[in-house]
């Protein structure tokens, strides 16, 4: 299978289940991956250390990250002069057009952003980059798109090198549990059966800093989430 078809193949199980993606989404989390946005967003504000600020959200999907990033924005005194949201699902999009009314947002995939160079301070991708089929190109856009010094914020669910007590009972849970909670939800179980084999297939957060390293943006703050099963990532562009 080519890399375009099963980009597209991704791309039509996110329009399928966007209904019932933000409902499922909080049950299978319980509503931690929240306080991660929240922390993602504050690190990121803080280190940019501007009052004025250009984001992007890449793979925004329903818009919660965009909310976050209005949210804490507010809380630190930041101006955001401009908040865009790009996603290649349109089902997606209308979720997050309705919670977000006066929203910005752009279809497109992450390996071919249509937004000039050296524009955005801050470019967030919050569980999407592993369904980001030709990661490498899209790392290049990231690059390409911020502005000298700024941000990338990665939240992802990682692969992992070591296997731990606590690690094994959350992979237990991705591989049993969520299946079967997300496809009863979303009466698409192969949707939520891609979920666990896309975490297995994916990197590891030491592999995937390494790649950002190569791509001119080294990491200057990383945390693990549930035994390490959740990773935040904010690596920042080279100063030239």
């Known amino acids: ?42 690190q990121a504000l803080k280190i940019i250390n501007k009052t004025n600020v250009d984001i992007a959200d890449i793979a925004c999907g329903t818009g919660d990250m965009m ?6 924005s507010q ?10 949201g790009i996603d290649p699902s349109t089902n997606m ?23 000039e160079s050296t524009s ?5 991708i919050a569980y999407g980059l592993r369904n980001v089929v ?21 939240l992802e669910f990682m692969s992992q090198s070591q296997k731990t007590v606590p690690s094994f009972f959350m992979q237990f849970y991705t591989r049993i549990f969520l299946p079967i909670i997300g ?6 179980f192969r949707a939520y059966k891609y979920l666990p084999n896309s975490i297995d297939n994916f990197v590891t957060r030491e592999s995937l800093e390494e790649e950002l390293l190569l791509h001119g943006m080294p ?14 990532i904010i690596a920042q562009k080279s100063n030239h």
């Open 183 to 188: 496809g009863i939800m979303s009466r698409n």
């Open 67 to 72: 909310l976050h990033w209005t949210q804490e």
């Open 219 to 232: 990491t200057i703050f990383s945390k693990s989430y549930s035994a390490n099963v959740s990773s935040l």
């Open 75 to 84: 809380n630190l005194n930041v101006v955001i002069d401009s908040l865009v």
């Open 134 to 154: 030709n990661r490498k190109d899209s790392l290049r856009e990231f690059y390409r798109v911020l502005k000298p010094q700024g941000v990338l914020i990665v």
């Open 93 to 115: 999009l209308n979720v997050a057009k309705e919670k977000i009314p006066n929203g910005n947002f752009i279809i497109a995939q992450a390996d071919n952003l249509p937004l």
């Open 1 to 42: 299978m080519d890399s375009q078809h099963k980009q597209t193949q991704i791309i039509d199980m996110f329009n399928d289940i966007a209904p019932t993606y933000d409902k499922t989404n909080r049950l299978m989390s319980m509503g931690i991956d929240t306080s991660w946005r929240k922390e993602a967003c504050k």
């Open 120 to 124: 955005k301070d801050i470019l967030s």
